[in-house]
Protein backbone atom coordinates (compact mmCIF):
# COMPACT_ATOMS: atom_id res chain seq x y z
CA UNK A 1 0.00 0.00 0.00
CA UNK A 2 1.66 3.27 -0.73
CA UNK A 3 0.34 6.11 1.54
CA UNK A 4 0.90 9.57 -0.27
CA UNK A 5 1.75 12.99 1.84
CA UNK A 6 -1.99 13.40 2.60
CA UNK A 7 -2.97 10.10 4.23
CA UNK A 8 -4.51 8.88 0.77
CA UNK A 9 -4.00 4.63 0.35
CA UNK A 10 -3.32 3.94 -3.31
CA UNK A 11 -4.24 -0.41 -3.66
CA UNK A 12 -1.22 -1.53 -5.87
CA UNK A 13 -1.06 -4.44 -8.12
CA UNK A 14 1.77 -5.14 -9.74
CA UNK A 15 1.01 -7.01 -12.95
CA UNK A 16 4.16 -8.27 -13.88
CA UNK A 17 6.83 -11.04 -11.82
CA UNK A 18 8.64 -13.50 -11.84
CA UNK A 19 9.90 -16.32 -9.07
CA UNK A 20 12.50 -18.31 -11.26
CA UNK A 21 15.30 -20.47 -11.01
CA UNK A 22 18.49 -19.42 -13.23
CA UNK A 23 21.11 -21.33 -11.61
CA UNK A 24 23.70 -22.97 -13.17
CA UNK A 25 22.35 -26.87 -11.99
CA UNK A 26 18.81 -25.68 -13.82
CA UNK A 27 20.82 -25.00 -16.89
CA UNK A 28 19.99 -27.93 -19.98
CA UNK A 29 23.08 -25.85 -22.55
CA UNK A 30 24.68 -22.66 -22.60
CA UNK A 31 21.50 -20.61 -23.79
CA UNK A 32 20.61 -20.80 -19.67
CA UNK A 33 23.44 -19.07 -18.91
CA UNK A 34 22.59 -16.49 -21.87
CA UNK A 35 19.39 -15.93 -21.00
CA UNK A 36 19.88 -15.15 -17.26
CA UNK A 37 22.77 -12.91 -17.46
CA UNK A 38 20.96 -11.06 -20.03
CA UNK A 39 18.23 -10.77 -17.43
CA UNK A 40 21.44 -9.45 -14.63
CA UNK A 41 22.06 -7.13 -17.96
CA UNK A 42 19.00 -5.20 -17.74
CA UNK A 43 19.48 -4.93 -13.76
CA UNK A 44 22.36 -3.48 -13.24
CA UNK A 45 21.58 -1.27 -16.01
CA UNK A 46 18.38 0.05 -14.65
CA UNK A 47 18.28 -1.15 -11.10
CA UNK A 48 20.04 1.47 -8.60
CA UNK A 49 23.23 0.73 -7.53
CA UNK A 50 22.40 0.65 -3.49
CA UNK A 51 19.45 -2.16 -4.25
CA UNK A 52 21.51 -4.42 -7.27
CA UNK A 53 22.21 -8.06 -5.99
CA UNK A 54 24.94 -10.40 -6.60
CA UNK A 55 25.05 -12.39 -9.51
CA UNK A 56 24.08 -15.41 -7.15
CA UNK A 57 20.86 -13.92 -5.40
CA UNK A 58 19.66 -12.84 -8.56
CA UNK A 59 20.29 -16.42 -10.16
CA UNK A 60 17.74 -17.81 -7.50
CA UNK A 61 16.30 -15.36 -4.59
CA UNK A 62 13.73 -17.39 -3.65
CA UNK A 63 10.27 -17.18 -2.74
CA UNK A 64 10.46 -15.69 0.77
CA UNK A 65 12.92 -13.09 -0.52
CA UNK A 66 10.32 -12.42 -3.27
CA UNK A 67 7.78 -11.96 -0.35
CA UNK A 68 9.25 -9.38 1.32
CA UNK A 69 10.44 -7.46 -1.60
CA UNK A 70 7.26 -7.16 -3.07
CA UNK A 71 5.29 -6.89 0.19
CA UNK A 72 7.16 -5.64 3.13
CA UNK A 73 10.27 -3.41 1.68
CA UNK A 74 8.16 -2.54 -1.41
CA UNK A 75 4.40 -1.46 -2.00
CA UNK A 76 2.69 -3.98 -3.56
CA UNK A 77 -0.45 -5.54 -2.08
CA UNK A 78 -1.08 -7.76 -4.98
CA UNK A 79 1.45 -9.38 -7.87
CA UNK A 80 0.71 -11.06 -10.85
CA UNK A 81 2.43 -13.99 -11.54
CA UNK A 82 3.48 -14.34 -15.00
CA UNK A 83 5.14 -17.84 -16.35
CA UNK A 84 8.08 -18.11 -18.37
CA UNK A 85 9.06 -21.69 -19.31
CA UNK A 86 11.88 -21.75 -21.25
CA UNK A 87 12.49 -25.61 -21.03
CA UNK A 88 14.79 -25.58 -23.86
CA UNK A 89 17.01 -23.21 -21.79
CA UNK A 90 16.20 -24.84 -18.14
CA UNK A 91 15.84 -28.44 -17.04
CA UNK A 92 12.81 -27.60 -14.47
CA UNK A 93 11.72 -24.55 -16.74
CA UNK A 94 12.82 -21.03 -15.56
CA UNK A 95 9.82 -19.81 -13.57
CA UNK A 96 6.53 -22.58 -14.54
CA UNK A 97 2.64 -21.89 -13.37
CA UNK A 98 3.57 -24.84 -10.63
CA UNK A 99 6.42 -22.88 -9.69
CA UNK A 100 4.34 -20.31 -9.05
CA UNK A 101 1.23 -21.84 -7.48
CA UNK A 102 3.45 -22.75 -4.26
CA UNK A 103 3.43 -19.55 -3.43
CA UNK A 104 0.27 -18.99 -4.26
CA UNK A 105 -0.85 -21.58 -1.68
CA UNK A 106 1.13 -19.76 0.65
CA UNK A 107 -0.05 -16.37 0.38
CA UNK A 108 -3.51 -16.60 -1.65
CA UNK A 109 -4.78 -13.21 -1.43
CA UNK A 110 -1.21 -11.78 -2.51
CA UNK A 111 -1.11 -13.55 -5.78
CA UNK A 112 -3.24 -13.63 -8.94
CA UNK A 113 -1.95 -16.89 -10.79
CA UNK A 114 -1.40 -16.97 -14.68
CA UNK A 115 -0.74 -19.92 -16.90
CA UNK A 116 0.45 -19.79 -20.13
CA UNK A 117 0.40 -21.74 -23.40
CA UNK A 118 2.07 -22.47 -26.61
CA UNK A 119 0.61 -22.88 -29.93
CA UNK A 120 3.21 -26.00 -31.03
CA UNK A 121 2.51 -28.27 -28.01
CA UNK A 122 -0.74 -28.84 -30.20
CA UNK A 123 -3.76 -31.50 -29.04
CA UNK A 124 -1.35 -31.74 -25.72
CA UNK A 125 -1.11 -27.97 -25.18
CA UNK A 126 -5.04 -28.13 -25.19
CA UNK A 127 -5.32 -30.53 -23.09
CA UNK A 128 -2.94 -29.02 -20.49
CA UNK A 129 -4.59 -26.13 -20.57
CA UNK A 130 -7.74 -27.32 -19.38
CA UNK A 131 -6.54 -29.12 -16.70
CA UNK A 132 -5.00 -25.76 -15.58
CA UNK A 133 -7.69 -23.74 -16.02
CA UNK A 134 -9.56 -26.49 -13.47
CA UNK A 135 -6.92 -27.15 -11.20
CA UNK A 136 -5.88 -22.96 -10.80
CA UNK A 137 -9.20 -21.52 -12.09
CA UNK A 138 -7.19 -19.50 -14.49
CA UNK A 139 -8.11 -15.74 -15.61
CA UNK A 140 -5.40 -14.79 -17.50
CA UNK A 141 -2.19 -16.49 -19.57
CA UNK A 142 1.39 -15.32 -20.36
CA UNK A 143 2.41 -16.19 -23.83
CA UNK A 144 6.03 -15.45 -25.30
CA UNK A 145 5.99 -15.80 -28.86
CA UNK A 146 9.53 -15.99 -29.24
CA UNK A 147 10.10 -19.10 -27.38
CA UNK A 148 12.05 -21.92 -28.66
CA UNK A 149 10.71 -25.06 -29.31
CA UNK A 150 12.88 -27.90 -31.16
CA UNK A 151 13.83 -26.16 -34.52
CA UNK A 152 10.65 -23.56 -34.28
CA UNK A 153 12.42 -19.58 -32.93
CA UNK A 154 9.11 -18.32 -32.02
CA UNK A 155 5.15 -18.09 -33.47
CA UNK A 156 2.84 -15.38 -34.04
CA UNK A 157 -0.63 -14.64 -32.57
CA UNK A 158 -2.00 -14.62 -36.56
CA UNK A 159 -1.06 -18.59 -37.12
CA UNK A 160 -4.12 -20.64 -37.09
CA UNK A 161 -2.87 -22.92 -34.40
CA UNK A 162 -2.24 -19.65 -32.33
CA UNK A 163 -5.86 -18.70 -32.99
CA UNK A 164 -7.46 -22.20 -32.15
CA UNK A 165 -5.90 -21.98 -28.65
CA UNK A 166 -7.10 -18.47 -28.14
CA UNK A 167 -10.32 -19.92 -29.11
CA UNK A 168 -10.21 -22.53 -26.51
CA UNK A 169 -9.23 -19.60 -23.80
CA UNK A 170 -12.20 -17.61 -24.95
CA UNK A 171 -13.89 -20.49 -23.96
CA UNK A 172 -12.56 -21.97 -20.86
CA UNK A 173 -13.21 -18.49 -19.41
CA UNK A 174 -9.73 -17.20 -19.94
CA UNK A 175 -10.06 -12.97 -20.75
CA UNK A 176 -6.56 -11.76 -19.97
CA UNK A 177 -4.00 -12.57 -22.63
CA UNK A 178 -0.56 -10.79 -21.43
CA UNK A 179 2.01 -11.03 -24.10
CA UNK A 180 5.85 -10.55 -24.16
CA UNK A 181 6.14 -7.85 -27.01
CA UNK A 182 9.27 -6.09 -25.68
CA UNK A 183 13.26 -6.34 -25.69
CA UNK A 184 14.68 -9.51 -27.02
CA UNK A 185 16.81 -11.44 -24.47
CA UNK A 186 19.68 -13.35 -25.99
CA UNK A 187 19.59 -15.57 -27.45
CA UNK A 188 16.07 -14.78 -28.68
CA UNK A 189 15.26 -13.23 -31.63
CA UNK A 190 14.12 -9.94 -31.86
CA UNK A 191 11.51 -9.95 -34.76
CA UNK A 192 9.88 -12.86 -33.08
CA UNK A 193 8.56 -10.30 -30.39
CA UNK A 194 7.22 -7.72 -33.05
CA UNK A 195 3.86 -6.32 -32.08
CA UNK A 196 1.99 -6.96 -35.82
CA UNK A 197 0.58 -9.91 -34.83
CA UNK A 198 -2.00 -8.36 -31.96
CA UNK A 199 -3.63 -6.29 -34.16
CA UNK A 200 -4.93 -9.71 -36.07
CA UNK A 201 -5.48 -11.05 -32.91
CA UNK A 202 -7.31 -8.75 -31.14
CA UNK A 203 -9.35 -7.78 -34.32
CA UNK A 204 -10.02 -11.72 -33.97
CA UNK A 205 -11.11 -12.00 -30.71
CA UNK A 206 -13.28 -8.95 -29.22
CA UNK A 207 -13.83 -10.55 -25.92
CA UNK A 208 -10.04 -11.15 -24.71
CA UNK A 209 -8.37 -8.52 -23.10
CA UNK A 210 -4.66 -8.09 -24.44
CA UNK A 211 -2.34 -6.78 -22.05
CA UNK A 212 1.41 -6.56 -24.02
CA UNK A 213 3.96 -6.10 -21.79
CA UNK A 214 6.65 -4.02 -22.13
CA UNK A 215 4.22 -1.87 -24.35
CA UNK A 216 6.13 -3.23 -27.46
CA UNK A 217 9.50 -1.52 -26.38
CA UNK A 218 11.59 -0.46 -28.52
CA UNK A 219 7.98 -0.39 -31.46
CA UNK A 220 6.20 2.07 -29.35
CA UNK A 221 5.16 3.61 -32.11
CA UNK A 222 4.06 0.76 -34.14
CA UNK A 223 1.91 -0.35 -30.53
CA UNK A 224 0.56 2.97 -30.23
CA UNK A 225 -0.63 2.62 -33.46
CA UNK A 226 -2.73 -0.47 -32.77
CA UNK A 227 -3.70 -0.29 -29.59
CA UNK A 228 -5.22 2.93 -30.24
CA UNK A 229 -7.65 1.29 -32.63
CA UNK A 230 -8.30 -1.43 -30.74
CA UNK A 231 -10.30 -1.05 -27.87
CA UNK A 232 -9.18 -4.15 -25.91
CA UNK A 233 -5.42 -4.17 -26.16
CA UNK A 234 -3.57 -2.40 -23.13
CA UNK A 235 -0.09 -1.40 -22.63
CA UNK A 236 1.88 -3.28 -19.39
CA UNK A 237 5.03 -0.64 -18.12
CA UNK A 238 7.19 -3.37 -17.17
CA UNK A 239 10.74 -2.44 -18.65
CA UNK A 240 9.01 0.97 -19.45
CA UNK A 241 9.21 2.20 -15.61
CA UNK A 242 12.64 1.53 -14.91
CA UNK A 243 14.17 4.19 -17.12
CA UNK A 244 11.85 6.97 -14.92
CA UNK A 245 15.15 7.29 -12.71
CA UNK A 246 18.39 7.72 -14.94
CA UNK A 247 16.79 8.56 -18.43
CA UNK A 248 13.39 10.62 -17.23
CA UNK A 249 13.44 12.48 -20.64
CA UNK A 250 13.06 8.95 -22.16
CA UNK A 251 10.51 8.07 -19.70
CA UNK A 252 8.68 10.84 -20.03
CA UNK A 253 8.44 10.52 -23.50
CA UNK A 254 7.37 7.21 -23.61
CA UNK A 255 4.41 7.34 -20.91
CA UNK A 256 3.35 10.77 -22.36
CA UNK A 257 2.49 8.58 -25.89
CA UNK A 258 0.93 5.81 -24.33
CA UNK A 259 -1.34 8.26 -22.25
CA UNK A 260 -1.81 10.30 -25.44
CA UNK A 261 -2.74 7.25 -27.74
CA UNK A 262 -4.16 4.84 -25.31
CA UNK A 263 -5.29 7.03 -22.13
CA UNK A 264 -4.95 6.31 -18.03
CA UNK A 265 -7.19 3.41 -18.18
CA UNK A 266 -5.11 1.25 -20.99
CA UNK A 267 -2.13 1.37 -18.73
CA UNK A 268 -1.16 -1.21 -16.13
CA UNK A 269 1.57 -1.12 -13.65
CA UNK A 270 4.54 -3.97 -13.34
CA UNK A 271 7.69 -4.15 -11.85
CA UNK A 272 9.15 -7.36 -13.95
CA UNK A 273 10.22 -8.91 -10.70
CA UNK A 274 13.25 -9.98 -9.84
CA UNK A 275 14.67 -7.90 -13.21
CA UNK A 276 13.61 -4.75 -10.63
CA UNK A 277 12.39 -4.23 -7.22
CA UNK A 278 8.73 -2.12 -6.79
CA UNK A 279 9.96 -0.17 -3.84
CA UNK A 280 11.90 2.58 -5.86
CA UNK A 281 9.95 1.90 -9.00
CA UNK A 282 6.31 3.27 -7.54
CA UNK A 283 8.19 6.23 -5.11
CA UNK A 284 9.80 7.68 -8.42
CA UNK A 285 6.39 6.90 -10.46
CA UNK A 286 4.16 8.73 -7.73
CA UNK A 287 6.83 11.57 -7.47
CA UNK A 288 6.91 12.09 -10.96
CA UNK A 289 5.39 14.78 -13.33
CA UNK A 290 5.44 15.34 -17.11
CA UNK A 291 7.37 18.09 -18.17
CA UNK A 292 4.87 20.86 -19.27
CA UNK A 293 6.96 21.07 -22.63
CA UNK A 294 5.76 17.41 -23.34
CA UNK A 295 1.97 18.18 -22.09
CA UNK A 296 1.46 21.16 -24.31
CA UNK A 297 2.46 18.81 -27.36
CA UNK A 298 0.69 15.37 -26.40
CA UNK A 299 -2.37 16.92 -24.07
CA UNK A 300 -1.11 14.24 -21.40
CA UNK A 301 -1.56 14.46 -18.19
CA UNK A 302 -0.12 12.11 -15.58
CA UNK A 303 -2.79 13.32 -12.81
CA UNK A 304 -3.05 11.48 -8.89
CA UNK A 305 -6.09 10.01 -11.01
CA UNK A 306 -4.37 8.58 -13.05
CA UNK A 307 -1.16 7.29 -11.46
CA UNK A 308 -4.06 5.42 -9.21
CA UNK A 309 -5.51 3.87 -12.24
CA UNK A 310 -2.09 2.55 -13.65
CA UNK A 311 -0.82 1.45 -10.11
CA UNK A 312 -3.68 -0.71 -9.39
CA UNK A 313 -7.53 -0.12 -10.54
CA UNK A 314 -6.93 -1.34 -14.06
CA UNK A 315 -5.47 -4.20 -13.28
CA UNK A 316 -8.26 -4.42 -10.52
CA UNK A 317 -10.94 -4.21 -13.19
CA UNK A 318 -9.24 -6.84 -15.81
CA UNK A 319 -9.18 -9.77 -12.65
CA UNK A 320 -12.18 -8.91 -11.02
CA UNK A 321 -10.52 -7.50 -7.96
CA UNK A 322 -12.83 -5.95 -5.24
CA UNK A 323 -9.98 -3.80 -3.50
CA UNK A 324 -11.82 -2.75 -0.66
CA UNK A 325 -12.60 -6.54 0.26
CA UNK A 326 -9.49 -6.90 -0.45
CA UNK A 327 -8.09 -4.30 1.36
CA UNK A 328 -10.30 -6.14 4.76
CA UNK A 329 -8.92 -8.86 4.15
CA UNK A 330 -5.13 -7.78 3.92
CA UNK A 331 -5.78 -5.90 6.94
CA UNK A 332 -4.00 -8.03 9.69
CA UNK A 333 -1.30 -9.03 7.17
CA UNK A 334 -0.28 -5.93 6.29
CA UNK A 335 2.99 -3.91 7.89
CA UNK A 336 2.21 -0.34 6.09
CA UNK A 337 5.30 1.19 4.36
CA UNK A 338 4.77 4.88 4.53
CA UNK A 339 6.08 7.80 1.74
CA UNK A 340 6.85 11.40 2.35
Known sequence: ????????????IDGHVHLWDGRPENWKNVHGQQFIDCFYGYHTFLQPKDRQWAREKFYHYGAETMHDDLFVRGYDDMAIFQPTYLKDFYVNGFNTLEQNAVLKAKYPDRFILNGA??????????????????????????????????????????DPEAQRFLERAETLGIRNIHVHKGPTILPLNRDAFDVADIDDAATSFPNLNFIV?????????????????????????????????????????????????????KLLYGSDYGIWTPDWLVEDF?????????TRETGAKLTLQAKKKILGLNAARLYGVDIEAKKAVLADARRPVAAE
Not at 1 to 12: A, L, N, P, S, W
Not at 223 to 251: D, H, S
Not at 286 to 294: Q, T
Request: negative net charge; aromatic residues 12%.
Open 1 to 12: MYRTKDGEEIFV
Open 117 to 158: FDPRDGEAGLAQLEKDVEIHGLKGVKLYTAEWKGDSKGYKLS
Open 213 to 265: EHCGLPRLDDFCWIATQETNVYGGLAVALPFIRNQPKYFAHVISQLLMWLGED
Open 286 to 294: MAFELPEDI
